[in-house]
């Protein structure tokens, strides 16, 4: 039991800071130097005529700490860095199924979710994309929203 209790907090704590890491790079690196690569994503003209985005390119920049960790991990004495690499490969996926699959529905594969946790992920995500240019953003997260995504903007809303 307890030989499993490590590796599951590292993975945890590792999913966690990712968010954090998320938002740092994604405020200011991508609105500030790395611009030229995120621009495309907040252009909605460009982003629907276009599968792939230059965006698409911090898919690899955030699989390289992840590689190399599962690399290192696994060919030194060092294993913890293996459940780093796991954790940031599991971030990886809960933001490309939240980000590209149900936010912007590049993929088809499940559409409106009703409860309000994932409406104020697309309140916050909504506000962010209100921005088209690269000052003057809000909301650089994706799981972590501030409370004020979760206020009713409507009577019709639940």
């Known amino acids: 039991m307890m030989t499993y209790l ?3 907090l590292i993975i945890l704590i590792t999913v966690i800071s990712m968010e954090m890491v998320a938002w740092l790079a994604h405020k200011y690196l991508m609105h500030g130097f790395l611009w030229v690569w995120h621009e495309d994503h907040h252009q909605p003209e460009v982003e629907g005529d ?7 390119l911090f898919f690899l ?9 599962y690399i290192i991990g696994l060919s030194t004495p060092n294993t913890w860095l293996l459940y780093v ?8 996926v809960i933001y490309f199924l939240i980000h590209d699959v149900y936010i912007h529905q590049r993929f088809s594969w499940f559409k409106q979710l009703d ?8 309140r916050a995500h909504g506000a962010h994309h209100a921005h ?6 809000e909301s650089f997260g994706l799981l972590l929203v501030s409370s004020k995504y979760f206020l009713k903007r409507n009577k019709k809303e639940h």
């Open 6 to 8: 490590i590796p599951a």
């Open 50 to 56: 276009k599968f792939f985005q230059k965006n698409d």
């Open 61 to 69: 920049v955030f699989a390289i700490p992840s590689a190399a960790s």
């Open 85 to 92: 690499g796991i954790g940031i490969s599991i971030y990886g």
């Open 115 to 122: 409860n309000p946790y994932s409406r104020a992920i697309l």
């Open 132 to 137: 088209t240019g690269k000052e003057a953003g």
